[in-house]
């Protein structure tokens, strides 16, 4: 895993460039601890860190395909291509000849035999760039469920791009300006393909191509989710799910650095994990290494809620012990969460105030920790889109509601265990210019136009594909994006197998009542990997990421913003609204504020260390 970044100009000499390009490249140092490097050329100037995890001599980048002593095309390249073995094989007997064993040139002898097309036959996460001197055309390519990210900026002649906006934003010629628009969906559970909240700039959408050339800027798409009859039987479509994931992580487990999985004791992680072992265990590999976050007293002191029933801990002990991992916790305490540096590194790997506030310190800190022993892990993420597993699935009333059903389920509050809003402590007069409410509804709508249909969908069936549809496309990029940054800060690799794009096609297209025919959430995943699950694991009612319950927290948060609000040069406070944050931080005060706070103070950090311009 990898950051790029680029510049294409055709009125100047890029050759002269490369302290911009350098400086731009430097942005990404976190994703690419082990080695960088820059390619210049008279239009296209790419840069490129990289984090080596296959083929760690030969697979520097940028990296060039050559005949004749010419260029005939250039990568800057971050991912993983799963199936580059087959794809080398084909290519080979076609007359290619390769010079490494990385997937990176295989993507480019893929490109010089079947050009743009060539992007449907890879199975994997990945985001990259090629520049074509024969053409002097750019193509910006991102795989099919946006596991990895990409930006881009158009310019007058030209682009900028990177795997995150603060490549873009480090050159010079780019400030950091938001609108209304923007700062509405930052604020909102969105997440709109192809928004960068950024002013002037986008994100590539998943399973699309961005070709930049002399005429401009045009966006194609390569993949998007279909409407397809699903034939097969209850029996058949449980042994189908079980035949793709085993084949998914078996060649998920392809590294030649260390790896391991990241274990919650939920259904999805534990079923990475056991499968991972087996699939370890049949090449003579193994243990699998698993790790789980907790925090300090969590296990013994936890209070149920009606978004987390369960603690984690004894659930994945119970899993590493069946599966007999080489299991380790990682401990947080309060002090940690609240320390203001940590939360300054999950600020800056996500170029945005727009998180899950201590689940997004406790997620970056347990990847810091793991980083210090394995380089890539396998994740669960993904699971609960692909598979119903969220409690709004199964909520009548969040269903039926006309808008996304995390919002109609309250998702800002109840991450936290409680029911406050991200907006409760801005100002009224800026809520009212936004319209969070209007926005959401025109983000809903066009969501809604997109939802392909079977004739045979109809009621329940039909709103369900509509609800899928809306998760896969717009709320798994949330948490895709989450996790992509927090790994990537600390340069660890994480996959996500439940993110395959053949898994989600047929999941997708599986009726409803086949998903739910046990009167449960996630009811195929359960069947199709029970035998190698304890039962105590695979009869475990779904529990999101653990928050922590330590009181301290929000005593701290509460601290913090009383603090705030009592600066007269910070940059948030004419953001807020002066009576909610009075009412909020005064002696005895007891409502929760944790969504709210977290949200202000993330931005006010913001506004003070990257400089942005709120243009309202």
Known sequence: MCG???????????????????AMTETMACRGPD????????????????????D????????TVEHDGRT???????????????LRSELESLGHAFRTSSDTEVVLHAYLQWGEAFAERLNGMYAFALWDPRTEELLLIRDRMGIKPLYYYPTPDGVLFGSEPKAILAHPSVHPTVDAEGLAELITFTKTPGHAVYKGMHEVRPGHIVRAGRGGVSVKRYWALEAREHTDDLDTTIARVRELLDDIVARQLIADVPLCTLLSGGLDSSAITALAARALA???????????????????????????????????HALAEHVRSDHHDIILDTAALMDRG??????????????????????????????????????????????????????????????????????????????????????EGLLAKLDLPGYENRRYREA??????????TGLQRRMREISYLHLTRFVQVLLDRKDRASMAVGLEVRVPFCDHRLVEYVF????????????????????????????????????????????????????????????????????????????????????????????LGMDNWLRTTGTTLEL
């Open 56 to 63: 760690i001599d030969g697979g520097k980048q940028p990296m």
């Open 448 to 457: 809604l136009a997109e939802v392909p249909y079977l004739d045979s969908d």
């Open 35 to 54: 080695a960088g490097g820059v390619w210049l050329d008279t239009h296209a100037a790419f840069g490129h860190r990289r984090l080596a995890v296959i």
């Open 4 to 22: 790029i970044t680029g510049w294409i100009s055709y009125d100047r000499d890029l050759t002269t460039e490369r302290r911009t390009l350098e």
């Open 282 to 316: 049949a090449q003579g590999s193994g243990p699998v290494r698993s790790f789980a976050v907790d925090f300090t007293g969590y296990t013994e002191n936890f209070k149920a809620d009606d978004l987390r029933g369960t603690p984690d801990g004894p659930y994945a």
């Open 342 to 427: 940590h939360r300054a590194a999950v600020l800056a790997a996500r170029d945005l105030p727009n998180g899950f506030g201590d689940g997004d310190t406790s997620l970056y800190l347990l990847f810091k920790a793991v980083r210090e022993q394995s380089t890539v892990a396998l994740s669960g993420e993904s699971a609960d889109e692909v598979f119903g597993g969220y409690r709004w699935f199964h909520d009548p009333a969040s269903v039926n509601a006309d808008t996304f059903p995390w919002i109609a389920a309250g998702l800002s509050g109840r991450f936290s265990g409680g029911d406050a809003t991200r907006e409760a402590l801005l100002d």
């Open 509 to 600: 297209n599986t009726p409803w009542s086949m998903k739910t025919f046990d009167g449960r959430e996630k009811s195929l995943l359960r069947a199709a990997v029970r035998d190698v699950l304890p039962d105590l694991v695979a009869d475990r009612v779904k529990s999101p990421y653990p928050s922590t319950q330590d009181p301290r927290y929000g005593e701290a948060l509460r601290a913090e913003l009383k603090e705030l609000a009592a600066d007269r040069d910070a940059p948030a406070r004419p953001l807020l609204n002066a009576t909610a944050v009075a009412e909020s931080t005064a002696a005895g005060a007891t409502m929760d504020i944790r969504p709210g706070a977290e949200l202000v």
């Open 72 to 86: 005939l095309i250039v990568t800057t390249y971050s991912g993983e291509v799963y199936n580059y073995r087959e």
